[in-house]
């Protein structure tokens, strides 16, 4: 895999950069070390089992106190290495959110 072939300039990180992640329920908590970062995502090393991230969206806290965090999603998995998307808000497409364009499309169209 070629490091600088991607679309975002990613950091490498030269020491170990301990970060949590935590379900977007609070139920459960995985340390991990962080290998790699870009403004859209990240690349991570996980300690513990991975099946927790079978629940696609969760949040990587940054500081030790939760105040500084990302919302991630999973976008692959390989051993005890993952590869997360950051999610910035309004750029998914929820439920609510595609209803109100729907809506909107609606009312122009009158």
């Not at 977007?24 to 403004?39: E, H, I, K, Y």
């Not at 999973?74 to 809506?103: Q, S, Y």
């Amino acid at each position: 895999m070629r490091f600088d072939s991607r679309k975002s300039h990613r950091v490498r990180m030269d020491h170990k950069q301990p970060v949590n992640l935590m379900g977007a329920d609070g139920t459960w908590r995985r340390t991990c070390v962080l290998l790699d970062v870009s403004d859209t995502g990240a690349k991570i090393e996980v300690e513990g089992t991975l099946d927790v991230l079978q629940a696609r969206e969760f949040f990587m806290l940054l500081s030790s106190t939760g105040l500084a965090y990302r919302r991630c999603e999973l976008v692959w998995i390989d051993g005890t290495m993952a590869g997360i998307h950051f999610i910035r808000p309004g750029t998914r497409k929820g439920p609510a959110k595609a209803k109100n364009e729907l809506a909107t499309q609606k009312t122009r169209g009158r």
